[in-house]
């Protein structure tokens, strides 16, 4: 029982020398680790609206909000702070993790106590949805279209609805439609449909 003690001892003297092991806050900033999860953070330059956050958050503290009218059809992602387990999930697992900013990431702020619930959440801007021209359904966000699109380079030339979604942004697609049904070029085809509906139109025609 006396190694103990004087190991306790020791670590005093220590302390009384070097200093509290412990930091000041608050009375001082505390700087956390470098990898330390602390809020996590959407940015609307690198958010492409793909909802894979959502779709792996175990604690399911991250929804995303279509709102689709006659003028537009926009997404929000809503991280709900006050359910968050900070666990790291929905940054390791972004979309573009890798890009420069990142859709998500944890900062090092953890001082987040507060009286509203309704002010601890993280969002991002509304992102425009890109809409099926045949039966309405939501495909996906334009930015993760463009997004797969830029990935995969000349090869998206081969997905009617990734290229037509690059080219609305040009102005051009609309002229490119009314050409294929000009010319017969598989107009029912030449469009931004869903994968329900692209799949119909093959059938259909073959």
Not at 81 to 104: K, V
Not at 123 to 143: M, P, Q
């Amino acid at each position: 029982m006396r190694l103990p003690k004087i190991r306790e001892l020791v670590e005093a003297i220590t302390a009384l020398v070097k200093g509290p092991y412990t930091s000041r806050f608050p009375y001082a900033p505390h700087e956390p680790a470098k990898r330390f999860r602390g809020k996590p953070e959407y940015s609307n330059e690198g958010c492409i609206a793909c909802a894979a956050c959502a779709l792996v958050c175990p604690a399911r503290a991250i929804e995303f909000r279509d709102a689709v009218t006659k003028e537009k059809a926009t997404r929000k992602m809503v991280l709900h702070l006050d359910e968050c387990h900070y666990c790291g999930q929905c940054s390791a697992l972004c979309t573009t993790r890798d890009d420069n900013p990142p859709g998500i990431r944890h900062t090092t702020k953890f001082d987040l106590a507060g009286f509203d619930r309704r002010e601890m959440v993280s969002t991002t801007d509304e992102k425009e949805l890109a809409l099926c021209e045949s039966c309405g359904d939501v495909i996906a966000a334009k930015a993760h279209l463009d997004w797969v699109a830029r990935k995969l380079g000349p090869l998206a030339f081969s997905n009617p609805t990734l290229f037509l979604s690059s080219l609305e942004e040009m102005g051009i697609a609309e002229g490119l439609a009314r050409t294929a049904r000009d010319y017969a070029l598989r107009s029912d085809r030449i469009k931004i449909l869903c994968a329900k509906c692209k799949r119909k139109a093959t059938l259909e025609r073959y």
